[in-house]
């Protein structure tokens, strides 16, 4: 007899998260791990017609086209300047006939001032262009930034404080040191971030820090010897005061600002009166499924901004009544 395991229908909202990704997730990607311990296919592709340079500066990736409708810049690989100029190197993956290949040229003084760049666009910070690009490239980039960024941090051994040095076509970092050889890895930080509703109602926070107006749902990080629901649970009681139940999982972003993995719940709350952590955040309060539907962002109340699985959530619920 065979064992056929239950496998709960999805509601609404995970059915939506189905069909189409979050921003900074490019689902066709081939990453490629087979190959990149082969030495003779990476010669092969950095030298390629097919292959696609995604320069990173200082956090920073490339953009061109106007303000209204950027898009990723992408030097071609025949272009040798990059070979001088990259501190670090790492093949993002194939799609299609194309590979692509992040390079770290944060050691550039000036990068506008530089005769091969002059023309390709402008290092900008993604969080500034991403919800006007192009899902597929806002990935590649998104991608691009959080292995330069893991590289930056990661140059010396956390274990014995010998350098390291690049291995696995850019996805891992091995210890120098003879008598150590740790092997070190990309990392991500798991966090929970959910959408608290009462029914018609849904549990919005605000932060200090964040630009006028902004209002989100509510997130922390995940703490050692913790579920992902037991996480939702006690950063919504701690921050908010609010017993819920009813976690359920909606979808996932990769958050590379600097180094996290979203993880997106909705829950339902058991209580309904509010006791703000005022150190963690400014204020929150509950808003009706009508008014959300209605209100025009302005300096008083605006949403999470487009490209956040913040947005993503918030959308949904208000989708479904």
Known sequence: MLFRPLVPRPGPCQCRAMLRPNFYIHPTLDRAGRYRRDTEW???????????????????????GPQEAPHAAFLPATVEWWRSAAAETVMLGVHGDVTYLAVDVSGLADPAADPTLAGFGSFLDLRAVGPLLPHDEGALLAYARG?????????????????????????????????????????????????????????????KVWPAGMHSVLAGFLEPGESLEDTVKREVLEEAGILVDDVTYQSSQPWPFPQSLMVGFTARAVTTDLKVDEDELESA?????????????????????????????????????
């Open 42 to 64: 990476i010669a092969r592709i950095t030298a390629s017609e097919q292959t696609l340079i995604v320069p990173v500066w200082q956090g920073r990736n490339l953009i061109a």
């Open 147 to 207: 292995m330069m960024w893991w590289h930056s941090r990661h140059r010396f051994c956390g274990v014995c404080g010998h350098s390291t040095a690049s291995s696995d076509a850019g996805h891992r970092r091995d210890c120098t040191n003879p008598e150590c050889r740790t092997q070190h890895f990309p990392r991500t930080d798991p966090a929970v971030i959910m959408l608290v509703h009462d029914g018609d109602r849904a549990l919005l926070g605000r932060q």
């Open 285 to 321: 309060a509950w808003f009706g499924r009508d008014w959300l539907r209605t209100h025009v962002d302005d300096e008083a109340f605006r949403l999470p901004r487009r490209d956040s699985i913040a947005r993503r959530l918030l959308e949904d619920w208000l989708a479904e009544g």
